[in-house]
Structures are given as structure tokens and as C-alpha cells.
């Protein structure tokens, strides 16, 4: 502060405050922490004290009582290089957990590549205040790389890392500042268990992304002619508004409380999922809604046996099972989906596009919200193994052990011996009435994605299980209470009738396909010409002349690529292990530092890495379009 008489000047920083650049670089980057730091009571940070070398250093007191410094009294610049020397500079993001004075975050900050990003985890906003009046941090916050995080709250965690999450499958390193851990101890404890969580998450997330993506594009490829004929789901939105939601997934606690839905008839839009749908019309119960989004041929199974006039409507993801569309005797919807209208973007279709489900019971979820229900009511997601059993009894799942059972081998042993066999992936979670359980990975991320769901809607989410995991943004509750504080009037909503399918639009299906091909055939012919040209730049970087000839035929190419941009899209959707290791590459070249000759001989090892995949995706697009048009042909001649 500068020193005067006049006290009215007394709180007049010179403009050469560090304070003055720091906020006006947090007031652009992130408006709500600048806003809680300036907000804080004068004065704002703590005493700061000069160390041997001159930057300063500060001490606090610990959950003990002890007084601690968080830098060195000798040299903190030094002691920050010690900690952050050992830490590979080459990873796509850091969390680092305590800030402090921010000494260890600019020494990583500076080794770190130039897209890295920082996540800062500090809880102490009058540190924070304190670092921003004592040192220039403002190339670090004007770099719009840095991400602070100062309250406990997962939502925002959650919310906040998601967009990253393909940033952080090339690698994610925590930083721990031991003397902020003393300080608030608590906090970080809890930070280190959501981010271990989010990394779950985030893994399962980009496993099934690139194991799943040709077989996604494959399906949806092979069931566009269901998604052009079905109606867009445009038409239901907000048809239920203020109408309850009952959504009956197949966890192992639904056959605590399955007894009562046949009241809830009426009175609540009852979304089944595909595993429960069969059963609920053997009790009685036929649901407004069934939802199905899975490849696996044993889906099949939930539809193998439903009555010929079923008003059940089927809402599914276009990439669900083909046999699935072929089996069901409902009316059908199809969600709106970038990759089908790719291929068939002459039809200008334009279905409504909702958020995608990991699981049927997430599609489940967001079709609630997409028909304007509040409150929803989940009744058997549990998440977990509920008293050692993976599955209601009743499914269609006892079909499939049907044949193995005996009194040596009952239903109860079959669901045990299926989670022991996934006993690698097994943890340990808490369950809705605070107990321990047991889930596995796949099931504890689809409990992050619900989380996160649940924690930033609006509306109101009920966890009428009665079982599994507890679940972060609901209220636990019994369906018996449920149904009489929210069901106790008939529905004032209705679903507009289904206007049918429209097989007339085939023939144009066909046209926009045999145009895709034709594309693909151009990508493979451009990928196949380029090819040579970035080996002969790879052998050859040594020579300026024939590198620059090289560079000028290939831009000449990417012009005719680009114009080609939509398809070359489609097709990319068969290669994305391909498109994961570009962008692997990328990140690595980046956080490389090298230049020159070195970072271009990289650069052109991983183009002609890419242009392979390209390639061979072209190929592989072609012949997936060759059995489509077969297909649809095959089916336009039969209804003739």
C-alpha cells in the first residue's frame, strides 16, 4: 500500500502493484474468483515476510495449531524447483493441490508444454489474495490455461473437467504442495477422492469412446433407414410438463418395491428400460416408454417375446442393435444423431438430437427431461451389488442362465459368480444408507455421469430404490412415499400420437449414400497421393528445395481434402484410435519443446501415421456403404 498522510489515500496501491495486473487478469479469465477476492475484507491477504533471497514467504497456522510456512525462509524459488524438477513436463494437464504463493505452479507452468493445463485446488481465498499483492502472476492467468478450484463442491468439479476429458487421456499428473496438506488437510483429502473418481470416469469414458467408435458407425450406418422413417422426437418434447417420471431400471432392490408400480399407472410416465419391459407387462404394467441404445446381440432377448399390438413406444439411439428395430412391434422414435444425418444430410431430416446415454437407464433419464417431467423417480438403479445380486429376479437374463440351473446351481449362485468374475475391477462405495457395498468400474461411472446430471438440473430427482449406491443430487426416499407425495392425481400430459413410419423416404436414403461413397473414393485417391509426398519430406528434410516442392503439391491436395470435409468426418468415425494418437502426437510435440528439423521430422512421422488410417478408413467407409445400399435396396423391393 502506499504510505500517506491522507487516509483517504490509504488504501491507493501504485500502479506497479502486483495486485493491479493479477486482478485485471483474473477479472477477464475467471469474473467470479476475481470477484470473490476483491470481496474480501480489508486487509485482504495475509503478513508476508521477505525470505534470505528476497521473494517472500508466508505462514499460517495448521489444524494443530502449529505455525507453518508454506515456502522456503531461505529461497522459495529454489525450493519450488526442487519439488516441481522431478515432475515430467510433458503431460496434457496438472492438478495441483495447495497454491500458496504460487511459486511451484509458475516453475511447472514454465518447464510444461504450451497447451497444458493447470488445475488449481486451493481453499484459502486470503491466500489467494496474498499471492496476488505480493507476486506478478499475471502471464500465468493471462494464459488462460490456469483453472482454480476453491470450494468443495463436486458439481462444479465435474462440470468443469469434463470438457477436458480427451485433453487428459494423453496424461494427467497431480502436484502436491505438502505444506498446504497440513493446513487444510480436510479439503484436499476430498478433492484427491473426486479426482480419483473423475479419472475412473474419465478412463471408462475414452475406453468405450475408441473401442466402441467404428462398431457405433457401423450400427447407426446399417439402421439408417429406421431413423429416416421414424418421426423426430421434436414432437414429445415438453408433452408431460410437471408430470411425474417413474423410470424402472432392473438393479437387484426392484424387487423390493416392483409390487407398487402397478398403482403408479396413470399417474406418473413410467420409462422402462429394455431389461424391465417384458417383465412389467407380465405384471400388468404397460410403460408409456421403453428406451434401448445397446450393440450387443443379447438385447435381443427384451423384445423376443412382447404382445404384436404394443403402445410402448420405443425411444432408441440409432446405434442400438439392428435386430432390435426389426423385433419391436411398438411404435418407434429414433434420437436425433450427427453421423446419420452425415450420410443422409441431402434429407435434411434434422431429428432432435438429446443428450447421448452411457446406459439405457441414462437415455431413460434424459428423455424425462426432454418430456418435461419433474419430479423423476428412479426405482432399481442401483449401481452396485445389492445383497451380493447384479439383476432383478424375473429378467431376461435368467433366460440366458436357464439352461445351467439346478438345484446345485440356483439364480443367486449364477448373479455371484458373474461379479466375482469382474472381482479385478471391483471397489468399494457407499450405499444409500451410508453402509458399505460393492460396485465395478463401469457401474461406478455411470454413477460420476448421473452425478454429474443430478447436480446441475433443476429438476427434482427421487431415489425411490430403496438400494445400491447413494447417489449425490438425489433424495433418497421409498416409492411408497414417493408415490403419495408426487403421484396423487391422474397426469394432466399426454404423448401426441405417433404419425408411423415413412418408408418412402428409402430411395432418397440410397441417393445421399451412393453420394457418400463417391466421397470416400476421392478421400482414398487424395490420402493415396499424399502419401509418398510426406515420405519424401520425412527422407529428404535436409533439402530445402525438395521439401518446399513436396509441401506445395500437398497443400494443393488438403485443398481438395477440405472440400471434402463432411464426408472425411464420417469417415474418421471408423479410425479413432487413429484420430486418438494424432492427437496424442500433437500433444507430445507440443509439450516437446523442440524445434527445427527435429520437430518437424515429428511432425511428419505422425502425418503419414494418420494418413494411413485415412486411408484405410476410406476403404473400409466404402464397403460399409456398399452393404447399406444393398440392404435398403434389398428392403425396398420386398415392400414391393
Same mark, same amino acid.
Request: aromatic content about 8%.
Given at each position: 500500500?502506499?504510505?500517506?498522510s ?6 491507493v496501491l ?5 495486485y493491479l ?9 475467471d469474473?467470479?474468483l476475481?470477484?470473490?477476492i476483491e470481496a474480501l =475484507?480489508? %486487509? !485482504?491477504g495475509?503478513?508476508i515476510?521477505?525470505?534470505?533471497? !528476497?521473494?517472500?514467504t ?12 508454506l515456502h ?8 519450488s524447483?526442487n519439488?516441481?524438477?522431478t ?5 496434457a !494437464? ?5 497454491f ?10 514454465e518447464?510444461a ?7 488449481i ?10 499471492a496476488?499483492e &505480493? ?8 494464459s488462460?490455461?490456469?483453472?482454480f ?11 468443469r ?11 494427467v499428473?497431480?502436484?502436491?504442495h505438502a ?5 487444510a488437510?480436510q479439503f484436499y483429502q476430498q ?13 471408462t469414458?475414452m475406453?468405450t469412446l $475408441?473401442l466402441? @467408435?467404428?462398431?457405433t458407425a457401423?450400427n ?6 429406421w431413423?429416416?422413417? &421414424? ?5 414429445l418434447?415438453d408433452c ?12 437387484? &432392490? ?5 409390487h ?5 399407472q396413470?399417474?406418473?410416465v ?5 431389461? /424391465?419391459?417384458q =417383465?412389467?407387462?407380465?405384471m ?5 416408454f421403453?428406451? @434401448?441404445?445397446d ?6 432377448r427384451f423384445?423376443e417375446?412382447? %404382445?404384436?399390438h404394443l403402445? /410402448?413406444?420405443?425411444?432408441?439411439e440409432?446405434k442400438a ?6 423385433m419391436n412391434?411398438?411404435p418407434?422414435?429414433?434420437?436425433g444423431n450427427?453421423?446419420a444425418e452425415?450420410l443422409?444430410?441431402?434429407l435434411n ?5 438429446m ?6 437407464a441414462?437415455?431413460? #433419464?434424459?428423455l424425462a427431461e426432454h418430456i418435461g417431467c419433474?419430479?423423476i423417480i428412479?426405482?432399481?438403479?442401483d449401481?452396485?451389488f445389492?445383497?451380493?445380486?447384479c439383476?432383478a %429376479?424375473?429378467?431376461?437374463y435368467?433366460?440366458v442362465?436357464? =439352461?445351467?440351473?439346478s438345484r446345485f446351481?440356483s ?6 459368480e458373474q461379479i466375482?468374475r469382474?472381482r ?8 444409500y444408507?451410508g453402509r458399505?457395498m460393492?460396485?465395478?468400474?463401469r457401474l461406478?461411472? #455411470?454413477?460420476q455421469?448421473f452425478?454429474?446430471?443430478f ?7 427421487i ?5 445400491g449406491?447413494a447417489?449425490?443430487g ?9 408415490r403419495d407425495?408426487f ?7 399426454s404423448?401426441p ?14 441417393a ?6 463417391e466421397e470416400a473414393?476421392a478421400?482414398?485417391?487424395i490420402?493415396?497421393?499424399?502419401l %509418398? ?7 529428404h528434410?535436409?533439402?530445402q ?7 506445395a ?17 464420417l469417415?474418421?468415425?471408423?479410425t479413432?484410435?487413429t484420430e ?19 520437430r518437424?521430422?515429428?511432425?511428419v512421422?505422425?502425418d503419414?501415421?494418420n494418413?494411413l488410417g $485415412?486411408?484405410?478408413a476410406a476403404?473400409?467407409f466404402?464397403?460399409l ?7 435398403l435396396?434389398a428392403?425396398v423391393k420386398?415392400?414391393a
Amino acid at each position: 500500500m502506499t504510505a500517506s498522510s491522507d487516509a483517504s489515500t490509504r488504501f491507493v496501491l501504485p500502479e506497479d502493484a502486483p495486485y493491479l495486473a493479477n486482478l485485471a487478469a483474473l477479472w477477464v479469465n475467471d469474473p467470479g474468483l476475481a470477484a470473490k477476492i476483491e470481496a474480501l =475484507p480489508e %486487509p !485482504g491477504g495475509y503478513p508476508i515476510e521477505p525470505s534470505k533471497s !528476497g521473494p517472500p514467504t508466508v505462514a499460517l497456522t495448521t489444524t494443530q495449531g502449529r505455525r507453518l510456512y508454506l515456502h522456503s525462509r531461505f529461497d522459495p524459488v529454489a525450493e519450488s524447483a526442487n519439488l516441481t524438477d522431478t515432475i515430467e513436463a510433458g503431460k496434457a !494437464g496438472y492438478f495441483v493441490l495447495g497454491f500458496g504463493l504460487g511459486y511451484h505452479a509458475e516453475a511447472l507452468f514454465e518447464r510444461a508444454g504450451d497447451e497444458a493445463i493447470f488445475c488449481i485446488f486451493e481453499s484459502d481465498l486470503r491466500l489467494l489474495r496474498t499471492a496476488m499483492e &505480493s507476486r506478478d502472476l499475471s502471464r500465468l492467468l493471462e494464459s488462460r490455461r490456469l483453472m482454480f478450484f476453491t470450494a468443495p463442491d463436486k458439481s462444479e468439479l465435474l462440470n468443469r473437467l469434463n470438457p477436458h476429458t480427451a485433453l487428459f487421456s494423453v496424461g494427467v499428473e497431480t502436484v502436491v504442495h505438502a505444506p498446504s496438506q497440513q493446513v487444510a488437510g480436510q479439503f484436499y483429502q476430498q478433492v484427491r477422492i473426486w479426482l480419483e473418481e473423475f479419472s475412473s470416469f474419465r478412463q471408462t469414458s475414452m475406453n468405450t469412446l $475408441v473401442l466402441n @467408435s467404428r462398431r457405433t458407425a457401423e450400427n447407426i450406418a446399417r439402421n439408417v433407414g429406421w431413423y429416416a422413417a &421414424s418421426p423426430s422426437l421434436s414432437r414429445l418434447r415438453d408433452c408431460y410438463k410437471g408430470d411425474p417420471a417413474i423410470i424402472v431400471s432392473a438393479g437387484p &432392490s426392484l424387487r423390493k418395491n416392483k409390487h407398487l408400480l402397478k398403482d403408479l399407472q396413470g399417474r406418473g410416465v413410467i420409462i422402462a428400460v429394455q431389461t /424391465t419391459l417384458q =417383465p412389467l407387462l407380465e405384471m400388468g404394467i404397460e410403460p408409456q416408454f421403453v428406451t @434401448s441404445l445397446d450393440y450387443h446381440e443379447i438385447c435381443t432377448r427384451f423384445f423376443e417375446k412382447l %404382445p404384436k399390438h404394443l403402445k /410402448t413406444e420405443l425411444i432408441a439411439e440409432p446405434k442400438a442393435n439392428n435386430a432390435i428395430f426389426n423385433m419391436n412391434p411398438g411404435p418407434l422414435s429414433v434420437l436425433g444423431n450427427d453421423f446419420a444425418e452425415g450420410l443422409l444430410r441431402e434429407l435434411n431430416l434434422r431429428h432432435e438430437v438429446m443428450q447421448p446415454g452411457a446406459t439405457v437407464a441414462h437415455l431413460a #433419464y434424459y428423455l424425462a427431461e426432454h418430456i418435461g417431467c419433474d419430479p423423476i423417480i428412479f426405482v432399481g438403479q442401483d449401481l452396485g451389488f445389492s445383497d451380493g445380486l447384479c439383476y432383478a %429376479p424375473g429378467t431376461s437374463y435368467e433366460d440366458v442362465w436357464r =439352461p445351467e440351473l439346478s438345484r446345485f446351481c440356483s439364480v443367486e449362485m449364477k448373479q455371484w459368480e458373474q461379479i466375482v468374475r469382474e472381482r479385478f475391477i471391483l471397489r468399494k462405495i457407499t450405499d444409500y444408507q451410508g453402509r458399505p457395498m460393492y460396485t465395478e468400474e463401469r457401474l461406478f461411472s #455411470y454413477l460420476q455421469q448421473f452425478e454429474r446430471d443430478f447436480l446441475k438440473t433443476q429438476t427434482r430427482i427421487i431415489d425411490a430404490t430403496e438400494g445400491g449406491a447413494a447417489k449425490a443430487g438425489s433424495t433418497p426416499m421409498t416409492l411408497a412415499d414417493a408415490r403419495d407425495r408426487f403421484c396423487r392425481r391422474e397426469l394432466t400430459g399426454s404423448a401426441p400420437p405417433h404419425p408411423g413410419l415413412d418408408w418412402a423416404k428409402i430411395p432418397g436414403c440410397i441417393a445421399s449414400l451412393k453420394k457418400r461413397k463417391e466421397e470416400a473414393v476421392a478421400i482414398e485417391q487424395i490420402s493415396e497421393q499424399t502419401l %509418398p509426398l510426406l515420405k519424401e519430406i520425412r527422407d529428404h528434410l535436409d533439402s530445402q528445395a525438395r521439401v518446399n516442392r513436396a509441401i506445395a503439391a500437398i497443400d494443393a491436395l488438403r485443398t481438395r481434402m477440405n472440400e471434402l470435409g463432411p464426408c472425411y468426418d464420417l469417415v474418421t468415425q471408423l479410425t479413432q484410435p487413429t484420430e486418438l494418437k494424432r492427437f496424442e502426437a500433437d500433444r507430445k510435440i507440443a509439450a516437446s519443446r523442440v524445434s527445427g528439423l527435429d520437430r518437424q521430422r515429428l511432425q511428419v512421422e505422425r502425418d503419414v501415421d494418420n494418413v494411413l488410417g $485415412v486411408m484405410q478408413a476410406a476403404r473400409d467407409f466404402q464397403k460399409l456403404m456398399d452393404d447399406v445400399i444393398g440392404t435398403l435396396w434389398a428392403s425396398v423391393k420386398e415392400a414391393a
